[in-house]
């Protein structure tokens, strides 16, 4: 089912309710990092809190486009509202034998939303671990986390962005797996030109 056809993807980004899982596929470098600041300069800005865990350079672009669009990210860092960890790092502590495993998960990843959900009113989180996943070709791993993710967001309070580069994905995944990655999230953000990202499954 589809729902909110109306709404843009600026819009959905501003608002998010606690539950929400948006996805954004993309292939530009600037449109990621400008859905990113979208989602979490304007819950900065509004004094709730925002985790970040993206690769490196990634991580960098965020914080830089932050403090181009006025968001004191690296005050915001120093004073535990904005927490950025590594993409590579913090799948590492939680993934044995080639698959995540929910209790470490839910530990780590809980535990850093619940501590950031103490002080501030809410919580909003991006995450690409799913797409590193998803670039070595560890399908299952992935569609394994995006659905500790949603486990995660029946337990806490927070709604989340992921990302996903369509570059690396081959033809045949936009008819399988590509799909189950869809279903597995609430809103999908396609591409720049897309005008309306208000797309729900359920």
């Known amino acids: 089912m589809i729902q909110n056809e109306d709404t843009t993807w600026p819009e959905l980004l501003r608002e ?41 350079s990634h991580r960098e672009a965020f914080i830089r486009r932050l403090e181009a ?31 995540p495993d929910w209790q470490a998960f839910h530990a780590l990843v809980g535990g850093v939303i619940a501590k950031v959900r103490l002080e501030y009113s809410g919580v909003r989180a991006y995450g690409e671990m799913v797409d590193v996943l998803w670039q070595r070709g560890e399908r299952d791993a992935a569609m394994r986390l995006e659905e500790f993710w949603n486990d995660l967001a029946k337990l806490q309070t927070f709604s989340l962005l992921c990302a996903y580069q369509m570059d690396n994905l ?32 359920v």
Do not use: N
């Open 69 to 99: 669009d006025g968001v004191a990210a690296r005050a915001a860092v120093r004073r535990g509202q904005l927490v950025v960890l590594d993409a590579d790092e913090t799948l590492a502590k939680f993934t044995a034998g080639g698959m």
């Open 16 to 56: 998010p309710a606690s539950g929400d899982h948006f996805v954004q596929v993309y292939s530009d470098e600037d449109f990621l990092c400008e859905t990113v600041t979208e989602y979490t300069g304007t819950g900065l800005r509004r004094g709730e809190g925002a985790i970040i865990i993206a690769t490196p």
């Open 170 to 201: 081959d033809a045949a995944a936009y008819r399988g797996p590509l799909e189950c990655v869809c279903k597995a999230h609430t809103h999908l953000i396609p591409a720049r030109d897309y005008q309306r990202a208000g797309m729900r499954w």
